[in-house]
Structures are given as structure tokens and as C-alpha cells.
């Protein structure tokens, strides 16, 4: 993307700031884009969490052995929880050990929820204990505070819609106005002041963004 976005630089050369802009874009973007897979994967696999460990207490119930509870959990659950926990299986059959392999999942997924089931796992084995039983007081916890999450998000969505308006809305009027008048806004990419205002407004516009985004974010 940084070579592809550099050449179409290079062919709208006439504009000098878009063809710094755009191989800029071409490092940042392709960042954001896997950030935000990992966010949205680590998501699914939090609301997927839950499920999982009720499937390993009953199976455990059951008589089943960790391994064997893991395998039908991944057999039963969709991706991405299934996918992982089949990685993890995996490595646990070509020899990995059970503590390993856990530890392993856990740096693949960064996820507190996680942390606590298999630190859960990894102290029953040490020192024995009721592990399903310890699951389901987890179960009951994750459930607690994916409720109380969902409430938090439902209280707070009018201040993220705000703060998505107040950044988007100068992009957008700056759409219209050029497209409208282009001579209007031109002065403000072909002189320096006007360089350095766009780079100023751009960097308060990021600031601003950041400053309503932690505020409305609050941790569970």
C-alpha cells in the first residue's frame, strides 16, 4: 500500500501536500486496519469465552478429562474461540504440555477473561480441587460483567456518537466546499501558512477525537 499509494503521489506531483499525505496513509492505514482486526477478533472471542466454559464444566461433569472437554468445545463453538482452542489442542498432541499450551492461547489472545480460566486451570492442577465448579463461578462472573458492559455502552453511546460528528463533520463541510468551490479552499495547500494550519487543525482534530474516546470509555 505505501508503494501504490507513493506512485499515485508521484502522478498528482502538482499537489505537493497530497503527495506527502499519501504514502503516510500508506504506513498508517494498513496499522489501523490490523488493530482493529485484533480488537473486533479479541471481542468475539470475549463474548464467545462464556459459552466455552460452560460447555468445559458440564463436559468435566460429566467425567470427561480437560483435553476431551477442550475438544468438544471446539467442535461445538464458532470461530474464532474454536479456532484457537483447536491450535491449542494441537500443540497439547505434539507434545506441547497442558500449561504451555494454555499459556501459549493466552498470549495469542490478549484477554483478561481469558487470564482468569486458565490461571483457574493451572492452579487446580497444582493443587487439585473441584475444577468444574471453579469454571462455573467464572461463567457466572464473565456473565455479570458482559451485562454490566452492555449497560455502560448504552449509557455512554450518545457521548461516542458525539465525538464521531464533531471529527467527521470538518472532512465533511471541507468535502462539500470544494466541490462547490475549489478556488475557496486551495489557498490552504498551496502556501505554508496554510500547510501548517491544515497539519495544526488535522493534529487538534486527533486530539479532540482521543480526548472524547477516553472519556466515554470506561472500563469494566
Request: proline share 2%; net charge positive; no cysteine.
Given at each position: 500500500m505505501f508503494i501504490l499509494l507513493s506512485l499515485i503521489g508521484l502522478l498528482l506531483s502538482s499537489l505537493s501536500a497530497v503527495a506527502l499525505l499519501l504514502p503516510l496513509l500508506g504506513l498508517f492505514l494498513p496499522r489501523v486496519y490490523i488493530m482493529s482486526a485484533q480488537s473486533k477478533k479479541t471481542q468475539r472471542f470475549n463474548n464467545q469465552l462464556s459459552d466455552v466454559l460452560l460447555v468445559l464444566a458440564n463436559s468435566l461433569k460429566a467425567g470427561f478429562s480437560l483435553f476431551q472437554a477442550m475438544e468438544m468445545a471446539s467442535q461445538e463453538m464458532p470461530d474464532p474461540i474454536a479456532l484457537e482452542l483447536k491450535l491449542t489442542l494441537k500443540e497439547m498432541t505434539y507434545g506441547e504440555s497442558t500449561e504451555s499450551s494454555l499459556l501459549n492461547l493466552t498470549r495469542r489472545i490478549k484477554s483478561?477473561?481469558?487470564?482468569?480460566?486458565?490461571?483457574?486451570?493451572?492452579?487446580?492442577?497444582?493443587?487439585?480441587?473441584?475444577?468444574?465448579?471453579?469454571?462455573?463461578?467464572?461463567?457466572?462472573?464473565?456473565?455479570?460483567?458482559?451485562?454490566?458492559?452492555?449497560?455502560?455502552?448504552?449509557?455512554?453511546?450518545?457521548?461516542?456518537?458525539?465525538?464521531?460528528?464533531?471529527?467527521?463533520?470538518?472532512?465533511?463541510?471541507?468535502?462539500?466546499?470544494?466541490?462547490?468551490?475549489?478556488?475557496?479552499?486551495?489557498?490552504?495547500?498551496?502556501?505554508?501558512?496554510?500547510?501548517?494550519?491544515?497539519?495544526?487543525?488535522?493534529?487538534?482534530?486527533?486530539?479532540?477525537?482521543?480526548?472524547?474516546?477516553?472519556?466515554?470509555?470506561?472500563?469494566?
Open positions: 483478561k477473561d481469558l487470564e482468569l480460566m486458565v490461571a483457574a486451570i493451572l492452579i487446580q492442577r497444582q493443587i487439585g480441587g473441584n475444577l468444574a465448579e471453579i469454571l462455573l463461578g467464572i461463567h457466572e462472573t464473565i456473565q455479570e460483567r458482559l451485562a454490566l458492559m452492555g449497560e455502560v455502552r448504552s449509557l455512554t453511546a450518545q457521548g461516542r456518537l458525539s465525538g464521531y460528528i464533531i471529527a467527521f463533520v470538518p472532512f465533511g463541510i471541507g468535502i462539500i466546499v470544494s466541490i462547490l468551490q475549489p478556488e475557496y479552499l486551495a489557498v490552504l495547500f498551496t502556501s505554508k501558512i496554510g500547510l501548517t494550519l491544515v497539519i495544526a487543525g488535522l493534529f487538534l482534530q486527533l486530539l479532540g477525537f482521543m480526548a472524547i474516546n477516553k472519556i466515554v470509555k470506561i472500563k469494566v
